[in-house]
């Protein structure tokens, strides 16, 4: 059964930072890309970052230099340090794992940054 269990969501103010981590099981984390998206109320689900198997990067424009993930292979986890966190930074956080043969998702961790 595959499990992605992120942790580490909360509210903090404006300037904080907050620490994701994503911690799978049942899938073999090494073959995986791995990726944070977030979703705000009332829209879409979008990619916030994601990490390589071989560890490179992407982010998004709107988290460049504030955020950086990544990897633990041996721990199955995938982290995303948020700095210099946003009101617009608001949002469930959720982790996902991608293979050439599926995808899955975790529950979500909201993220709440108060002005």
């Known amino acids: 059964q595959v499990q992605l269990v992120e942790s580490g969501g909360g509210l903090v103010q404006a300037g904080g930072s907050l620490r994701l981590s994503c911690a799978a099981s049942g899938i073999i984390f090494g073959i995986n890309t791995m990726a944070w998206y977030r979703q705000a109320p009332g829209k879409q689900r979008d990619l916030v970052a994601q990490i390589a198997p071989a560890d490179s990067t992407n982010y998004a424009d709107s988290v460049k230099g504030r955020f950086t993930i990544s990897r633990d292979n041996a721990k199955n986890t995938v982290y995303l340090q948020m700095n210099s966190l946003k009101p617009e930074d608001t949002a469930i956080y959720y982790c996902?794992?991608?293979?050439?043969?599926?995808?899955?998702w975790g529950q979500g961790t909201p993220v709440t940054v108060s002005s």
């Open positions: 996902h794992a991608k293979n050439v043969f599926n995808i899955h």
